[in-house]
C-alpha cells in the first residue's frame, strides 16, 4: 500500500515527523505540488494526503489506484466530494484540533486592536519615550473589554471557546447563526439574529463554515448598521467577506476596527484592498498552526487512516 502526502510543509515544517504515519505503509511526502503534478506523484497511490492541493473530479479520474483521501484539516472543500462518493472513496478530515489555537488568535487579534501594543513598542524603539517629557505616553486609548458585547456568528467548538474566552473578560456575549445549542454555562448569553447582532454587538467575530448561502454575506449593506466604535474579527473563511465593502467601510470610519487570519485568495493578493485600509490587522493563516494543534492534526490523521486500513473508515464527510 502506498501513502503520497502532496502538501506536507504546513502540517510539517520539520518540528512535526511523519514517522507514526510511515509505518502503516510506503509513504512519500512532498512539501507542496502544484496542480498539473498531482497525478504523475500520485498515479500509483492507494491513499493521498492533502491540505489545501485541491483534487477535482478530473484529477480524482487521474487517480486510478486511489481508495482513501484524508483530509488535514478540518474544511474539505479541496476534494470533489462528490466525484470521490461515485467512486466510493472515502473523504476523511480532522474535525477538532485547533479549537485552542483557534480562540487564541481571536483574542491576540483583539487585544492588538485593543492596545496596539506592536505600534507602541514600535514608537518606543523610534525614541519616542527617550524624548517624552512625560513618564507614560500612547498612541490610542487603550480599550478595556470588560463591559462590552462579543457577538459571535457561529457557536461551535471555535466560536463557544471564544465566547467562554469573552467571558472570561467580563464581555456579555451574543450568538447567531447555524444550530442553537444548549446554552452555555455563563450569562449574560442571548441568541440573537445575524442582523442584530451586526447592530449591537462591540465585537465581531466570524467562526462559520463558509456555504453557498453565505458567501460574502458581511457586504454593505451588514456593515452599514454596525457601531463606528466595533471591531470585527475573521479568523473563518475569507470568502464570508466582501473585502471591499469591508476597506470601504473601514476608511470611512463606519466601524473602528478589523482584524483577519483569512483573506479570498491566499496566498493574499497585491490587490486585495483590505493591504491599504484602516486600522486592519492582518495574519497569514496562522491561527490553527501552532505545534501543539499541528501535532494533535498529525495523530488524528494517523487515526483515521489506521481506521481506514481496518476497514471502518471514520470522520468520512462523503
Given at each position: 500500500?502506498?501513502?503520497?502526502?502532496?502538501d506536507?510543509?504546513?502540517?510539517?515544517p520539520?518540528?512535526?515527523?511523519?514517522?507514526?504515519?510511515?509505518?502503516?505503509a510506503?509513504?512519500?511526502?512532498?512539501e507542496?505540488?502544484p496542480?498539473?503534478?498531482i497525478?504523475?506523484?500520485?498515479?500509483?497511490?492507494d491513499?493521498v494526503l492533502?491540505?489545501?492541493?485541491?483534487?477535482?473530479?478530473?484529477?480524482l479520474?487521474q487517480?486510478?489506484?486511489?481508495r482513501f483521501?484524508?483530509v488535514?484539516?478540518?474544511?474539505?472543500?479541496v476534494?470533489?466530494?462528490?466525484?470521490?462518493r461515485a467512486?466510493?472513496?472515502p473523504?476523511s478530515?480532522?474535525?477538532?484540533?485547533?479549537t485552542d489555537?483557534?480562540?487564541q488568535h481571536?483574542f491576540?487579534?483583539?487585544?492588538?486592536?485593543?492596545h496596539h501594543?506592536?505600534?507602541?513598542?514600535?514608537?518606543v524603539?523610534?525614541?519616542e519615550?527617550?524624548?517624552?517629557i512625560?513618564f507614560?505616553?500612547?498612541?490610542?486609548a487603550p480599550l478595556?473589554?470588560s463591559?462590552?458585547?462579543?457577538?459571535i456568528?457561529?457557536?461551535g467548538?471555535?466560536g463557544?471557546?471564544?465566547?467562554?474566552l469573552?467571558h472570561?473578560?467580563?464581555?456579555?456575549v451574543l450568538?447567531a447563526?447555524?444550530?442553537?445549542?444548549?446554552?452555555?454555562g455563563y450569562?449574560?448569553?442571548?441568541?440573537?439574529?445575524v442582523p442584530?447582532?451586526f447592530?449591537?454587538?462591540?465585537?465581531i467575530?466570524?467562526h462559520?463554515?463558509?456555504?453557498?448561502?453565505n458567501?460574502?454575506?458581511v457586504?454593505?449593506?451588514?456593515?452599514?448598521h454596525v457601531?463606528?466604535?466595533a471591531?470585527?474579527i475573521?479568523?473563518?473563511?475569507?470568502?464570508?467577506v466582501?473585502?471591499?465593502?469591508?476597506?470601504?467601510?473601514l476608511?470611512?470610519?463606519?466601524?473602528?476596527?478589523?482584524a483577519?487570519?483569512?483573506v479570498?485568495?491566499e496566498?493574499m493578493h497585491a490587490?486585495n484592498p483590505?493591504?491599504?485600509?484602516?486600522?486592519?490587522?492582518i495574519?497569514p493563516?496562522?491561527?490553527?498552526?501552532?505545534?501543539a494543534?499541528?501535532r494533535?492534526?498529525?495523530?488524528?490523521?494517523?487515526?483515521?487512516?489506521?481506521a481506514?486500513?481496518?476497514g471502518?473508515?471514520i470522520n468520512?464527510?462523503?
Amino acid at each position: 500500500m502506498k501513502i503520497v502526502v502532496l502538501d506536507g510543509h504546513t502540517l510539517n515544517p520539520g518540528d512535526n515527523p511523519w514517522d507514526e504515519l510511515a509505518q502503516l505503509a510506503e509513504l512519500t511526502v512532498y512539501e507542496r505540488t502544484p496542480p498539473e503534478q498531482i497525478a504523475p506523484r500520485a498515479g500509483d497511490a492507494d491513499i493521498v494526503l492533502t491540505n489545501k492541493t485541491p483534487l477535482t473530479a478530473a484529477t480524482l479520474a487521474q487517480l486510478p489506484r486511489l481508495r482513501f483521501i484524508a483530509v488535514l484539516a478540518t474544511g474539505y472543500n479541496v476534494v470533489d466530494v462528490a466525484a470521490a462518493r461515485a467512486r466510493a472513496i472515502p473523504v476523511s478530515n480532522v474535525p477538532e484540533y485547533g479549537t485552542d489555537s483557534v480562540a487564541q488568535h481571536v483574542f491576540a487579534l483583539l487585544l492588538e486592536l485593543c492596545h496596539h501594543v506592536g505600534q507602541h513598542d514600535a514608537a518606543v524603539k523610534a525614541g519616542e519615550w527617550i524624548r517624552s517629557i512625560d513618564f507614560c505616553f500612547w498612541k490610542t486609548a487603550p480599550l478595556e473589554l470588560s463591559g462590552l458585547t462579543m457577538g459571535i456568528v457561529g457557536l461551535g467548538r471555535i466560536g463557544g471557546r471564544v465566547g467562554a474566552l469573552a467571558h472570561a473578560f467580563g464581555m456579555s456575549v451574543l450568538a447567531a447563526g447555524g444550530t442553537r445549542r444548549e446554552e452555555p454555562g455563563y450569562a449574560p448569553f442571548a441568541w440573537t439574529t445575524v442582523p442584530q447582532l451586526f447592530a449591537t454587538a462591540d465585537v465581531i467575530s466570524l467562526h462559520c463554515p463558509l456555504t453557498a448561502d453565505n458567501v460574502r454575506f458581511v457586504n454593505r449593506d451588514c456593515l452599514q448598521h454596525v457601531k463606528p466604535s466595533a471591531f470585527f474579527i475573521n479568523v473563518a473563511r475569507g470568502g464570508l467577506v466582501d473585502e471591499a465593502a469591508l476597506a470601504e467601510a473601514l476608511n470611512a470610519g463606519q466601524l473602528a476596527g478589523a482584524a483577519l487570519d483569512v483573506v479570498s485568495n491566499e496566498p493574499m493578493h497585491a490587490d486585495n484592498p483590505l493591504l491599504t485600509a484602516r486600522n486592519c490587522i492582518i495574519t497569514p493563516h496562522i491561527a490553527w498552526a501552532s505545534l501543539a494543534a499541528r501535532r494533535r492534526l498529525m495523530v488524528a490523521t494517523v487515526k483515521n487512516l489506521e481506521a481506514f486500513i481496518a476497514g471502518r473508515p471514520i470522520n468520512v464527510v462523503n
